[in-house]
T-cell receptor, first 108, second 114 residues
Framework: DAKTTQPNSMESNEEEPVHLPCNHS???????IHWYRQLPSQGPEYVIH???SNVNNRMASLAIAEDRKSSTLILHRATLRDAAVYYC?????????FGAGTRLTVKP | NAGVTQTPKFQVLKTGQSMTLQCAQD?????MYWYRQDPGMGLRLIYY???????DKGEVPNGYNVSRLNKREFSLRLESAAPSQTSVYFC?????????????FGPGTRLTVL
């Protein structure tokens, strides 16, 4: 099974950009890259997903390396409400394997 | 629009007791999922239902049974609870089981087995 590797934790200052990295060197051609986040005491919520091209939505941007072996979630201006665990997931149909994720701390 | 709802929010069981966790969604989604999350870890898929009338095993199905009662409801049953099943259980739903579909999660049920 394709796996992802993320740093255990990262810190950011409020209103600064945050780049959350993810390595997925064993990704296959049909795997989509999904990002979810989990706020304290809540269920995960969808952030963004992509296949090959960079993607933008109202929450974040996703930058995907040309060889697809890594990706970066970009929060353009972190707020205190963005403090959460961020999961990078390779998804193929129903198979969505969560790793331990990156715990993002946002300092005021 | 409540999204995905789960009952109960909290439950304490003794070893060997049984219980059913309930999940319902009001988004007319075809696919539904049950996950468990142990402390400090990511979610692991227990069972899923791609559509009404079908269920399939996920990564950690042992000790659990599921029922897709109708399109809205998907229940998870523990027949004989064990301390190893102490966890937070999340239900999710998605329009379909395609790789691009977003999964929407409920608030979770925190289960302790003594």
């Amino acid at each position: 099974d394709a796996k992802t590797t993320q740093p255990n934790s990262m810190e950011s200052n409020e209103e600064e950009p945050v780049h959350l990295p993810c390595n997925h060197s064993t990704i296959s051609g049909t795997d989509y890259i999904h990002w979810y986040r989990q706020l304290p005491s809540q269920g995960p919520e969808y952030v963004i997903h992509g296949l090959t091209s960079n993607v933008n939505n109202r929450m974040a941007s996703l930058a995907i390396a040309e060889d697809r072996k890594s990706s970066t979630l970009i929060l353009h201006r972190a707020t205190l409400r963005d403090a959460a665990v961020y999961y990078c997931i390779l998804r193929r149909h129903n198979d969505m394997r969560f790793g331990a994720g990156t715990r993002l701390t946002v300092k005021p | 629009n409540a999204g995905v709802t789960q009952t109960p929010k909290f439950q304490v069981l003794k070893t060997g007791q049984s219980m059913t966790l309930q999940c319902a969604q009001d988004m007319n989604h075809n696919s539904m999922y049950w996950y468990r999350q142990d402390p400090g870890m990511g979610l692991r898929l227990i069972y899923y239902s791609a559509s009404e009338g079908t269920t399939d095993k996920g990564e950690v199905p042992n000790g659990y049974n599921v029922s897709r009662l109708n399109k809205r409801e998907f229940s998870l049953r523990l027949e004989s609870a064990a301390p190893s099943q102490t966890s937070v259980y999340f239900c999710a739903s998605s329009g379909d089981r395609f790789s691009t579909d977003t999964q929407y999660f409920g608030p979770g049920t925190r289960l302790t087995v003594l």
